[in-house]
């Protein structure tokens, strides 16, 4: 999704509790990293890779200047042959440390009390890194659906009800863009701002960054 999409999403969304919660959520995020300076780790469940925030960040983190939004994607089927960013597997949330930040992207939503019978979770494996990196002193976000075993251990969290006007792939747009804008000195913001747009506008052709 380009700057100029997500401009006229926002216009759309003007009015809601959308453009609020994911700025907030996006200033947490901003706060973490930039005040800890330990770095942003970001990981998603075995089905659901969020490479494409990872890309989005990355590009963020360029066109604001503000370095500690580049995130290291920690993936679950993660290789010693893949290309060293996506490289990183499961292993990398044991040795988060006090300091980091540890972004957890999940679509899927825990069974209601009537599914207790059902057996383990078969995200219990995250759920334990997540909780041993939290215990670790990591600072935890979450976004996904509001059911969630996940939430229970952020220190931030954003729900994507399901069924919602928007889905997850959308707010995380919404995020990776607040989190860069956020970060823009308040001096000649809006000259800033219309910079920033003008370098995505440059973006808008260019195809998906390499080896994402």
């Known amino acids: 999704m380009d700057a100029v999409r997500v401009a006229l999403l926002r216009e759309v969304l003007a009015g809601t509790e959308w453009l609020g919660a994911t700025r907030r959520f ?16 970001l990981v998603g469940t075995e089905e659901y890779e969020p490479w494409h925030l990872a890309a989005h960040l990355v590009d963020e983190a360029a066109w604001s200047g503000t ?77 996904g659906p509001e059911e969630n075993d996940l939430t229970s251990m952020a220190h931030e969290a954003l729900a994507v009800p399901a069924p919602a006007e928007l889905d997850l792939d959308t707010v995380q747009h919404l995020v990776s863009a607040a989190a860069g804008e956020n970060a823009l000195p308040s001096p000649r913001g809006h000259r800033r701002l219309r910079d920033r747009l003008a370098r995505l506008a440059d973006h808008l052709t260019a195809p998906p960054p390499a080896g994402w």
Not at 29 to 41: A, D, P, T, Y
Not at 77 to 84: G, I
Not at 91 to 97: V, W
């Open 67 to 143: 370095p500690e939004l580049t995130p290291t994607l920690v993936r679950h089927d993660a290789r010693p042959t893949d290309p060293a960013h996506l490289a990183v597997g499961l292993g990398r949330l044991s040795a988060a440390r006090r300091g980091e930040t540890l972004l957890v992207v999940s679509p899927w939503q825990s069974p209601g009390a009537g599914a207790s019978g059902s057996g383990p979770s078969p995200h219990a494996p995250l759920l334990e890194r997540v909780s041993d990196a939290r215990r670790a002193g990591t600072t935890i976000l979450t976004l």
């Open 26 to 41: 996006a200033g947490a995020l901003r706060g973490s990293v930039v005040s800890h300076g330990g770095g942003l780790l």
